[in-house]
């Protein structure tokens, strides 16, 4: 590989620096990157997804990515290795071994049984067999199962690829079950798609323009080839997106019809007229001609804001048809502020369904607290990936937030966590968050004392010998803030007046032992419920009759 070294001198880095952070195994760090390149999620938060150990069926991340609105999900199983001995040598060319594809298989048997027993496999494992199972029985839909390998190396070799898809080829599930390579090429990649900064490019329109201009806005209409698009793709990647709503949604049916319009021959010449096209908002753009057509223009500190499922769509269906020539795409560039770029970017977003959370993103509420915020040393995050460059304490998310409030200060933590979309969704819930007593203080509280948790959970499930079974502690994050809560009320504290809620003293209280005796309190209840009712961890973590429990026994 030309630029192996370089490549794993950036990912070195990276695995080093959380290590560093969480003095952990390498190879734990490692996978800990991985699955965040992979989920979008900040390191500190895949714990809960860390399935690797003793007897893990070789799996060492299973993730579900749930569409609460659409009552469908996607499963992620992720096997990841760290060949850093091969790489200090200089050999990037390492191969997947048809042993991994063979965990992959043992993964599927046991997730396509229906029972979560089994012989020699780890409680994390069984856990999220019991997640699978819940989310059939309350009639989500299994739209994929992804298997991921990722090591510092160039994939599978072919005969290993060949055995895969023979076996995939008998199965049943064939037609939802993807394998995928995340090797160390698209490892730096999406690395950089983090860190790239502004983005500033020249784009050639394709024929004739029109523009339109206001005192505080101008405006730009024309045309841009597919190849030109995908072109600017490749360079930048999902960078592209970042003041979009959301990413790519992957080949839903909206998408499919994109892509087959889009490489099929006798629609092609169509595509300009039957999508909406593509609408970008920039700091700036200037015209580099003065002739009527075929002009470029270079934008500055530029955004597709409506247009991310286009662009992969079209790049997608030029790797299936390989000719996209005749594709053309409806442009719209528009230099506007910041409140009007928000405003461009939720109104344009109408071609696929946009969850709650993203509609709400520029809430007045919204936008008051992560100016509040901003003034105290935090940075809000409205949007996801708002605020990559920025050092991870002090980012609050406001989905996280959403979960935290409501676990501690509405007392429903079993909602934080198995009914998502009430917290966006619910116009009520969501109103009894986020309002105008949603104080900075609140937020900073929560989240400082959220991350302390966090941190004491991921020592103690290191420790060998623990009096409660390690998905307990899993379910238990949200649990631990309401009982904090419970107990800190019993004591006499105010949990709504700012100098408590500002007290170091009170987060410094909160230690190994202290979230110990928290465990054992919701193990207890937890279990005497699993016991009473025959029920299975991820059943009893979503009953209120566990809160209620824990609040008349505490």
């Excluded at 072109?231 to 970042?242: M, N, P, T």
């Amino acid at each position: 590989m030309k630029y192996g070294k370089l490549y794993y001198d950036q990912i070195r880095a990276r695995v080093h620096r959380t290590n560093e952070q969480f003095s952990e195994k390498e190879s734990l760090s490692f996978l800990r990157l991985i699955i965040s390149l992979i989920i979008g999620l900040d390191i500190t938060e895949v714990d809960e997804y860390i399935t690797e150990g003793g007897d893990d069926l070789g799996s060492d991340a299973i993730y579900f990515d749930i569409n609460d609105d659409d009552k469908r999900f996607k499963l992620y199983v992720i096997q990841a290795k760290y060949n850093k001995t091969a790489c200090d040598k200089g050999v990037f060319t390492q191969n997947i071994e048809e042993e991994v594809i063979n965990k992959f298989k043992n993964i599927f048997d046991f997730f396509a049984t229906d029972t979560t027993d089994g012989v020699g496999i780890n409680d994390r494992v069984k856990g999220k067999k019991e997640e699978y199972l819940s989310l059939l029985e309350d009639g989500y839909i299994l739209d994929e199962i992804l298997f991921i390998s990722s090591n510092l190396g160039s994939g599978p070799a072919e005969n290993v690829r060949a055995t895969f898809e023979r076996w995939l080829g008998l199965n049943p599930y064939r037609d939802k079950v993807k394998y995928i390579h995340f090797g160390l090429q698209n490892i730096f990649e999406k690395i950089q798609e983090i860190e790239i900064p502004n983005i500033s490019e020249n784009i050639r329109l394709y024929g004739r323009y029109f523009e339109y201009s206001t005192p505080d806005v101008k405006g730009l209409v024309g045309t841009i080839t597919a190849t030109d698009l995908i072109k600017i793709y490749e360079r930048f990647g999902d960078k592209l997106f970042q003041q979009n709503v959301r990413y790519y949604l992957g080949e839903n049916a909206i998408n499919r019809k994109i892509i087959d319009s889009a490489a099929d021959a006798t629609r092609k010449d169509k595509f300009w007229f039957l999508n909406n096209g593509i609408t970008i908002v920039c700091e700036d753009y200037e015209k580099t001609g003065a002739q009527s057509e075929n002009i470029a223009v270079k934008l500055t500190n530029f955004n597709i804001v409506n247009g991310a499922q286009t662009t992969r769509s079209v790049s997608e269906a030029h790797k299936k048809s390989g000719n996209v020539d005749e594709v053309k795409i409806l442009l719209k560039i528009f230099k506007a502020g910041q409140d009007l770029s928000e405003q461009i970017t939720e109104s344009t977003n109408r071609q696929n369904p946009v969850n709650a959370r993203d509609i709400r993103s520029n809430d007045e509420i919204q936008r008051l607290i992560e100016k509040s915020l901003k003034d105290r040393g935090f940075y809000y995050q409205r949007k996801r990936n708002q605020w990559l460059n920025v050092s991870k304490d002090k980012v609050i998310d406001n989905f996280t937030l959403a979960q935290l409030y409501h676990s501690f200060y509405m007392e429903k933590p079993h909602e934080a966590r198995n009914q998502k979309a009430k917290l966006f969704g619910d116009d009520n819930v969501y109103r009894l968050i986020f309002n105008e007593y949603t104080l900075p203080e609140k937020v900073i509280f929560l989240h400082t004392l959220y991350s302390k948790i966090l941190t004491i959970l991921r020592a103690l499930k290191r420790k060998d010998a623990l009096p409660f079974p390690t998905d307990i502690i899993d379910r238990s994050k949200f649990f631990l803030l309401f009982v904090l809560k419970l107990n800190l009320e019993k004591d006499g504290k105010d949990i709504n007046d700012p100098t408590f809620l500002m007290d170091e003293n009170i987060i410094k209280m909160i230690d190994e032992d202290a979230i110990l005796e928290l465990l054992k309190v919701i193990s207890s209840q937890a279990s005497q419920l699993i016991e009473e009712k025959q029920l299975n961890t991820v059943r009893v973590f979503q009953r209120k009759e566990l809160v209620e429990n824990i609040k008349k026994n505490l």
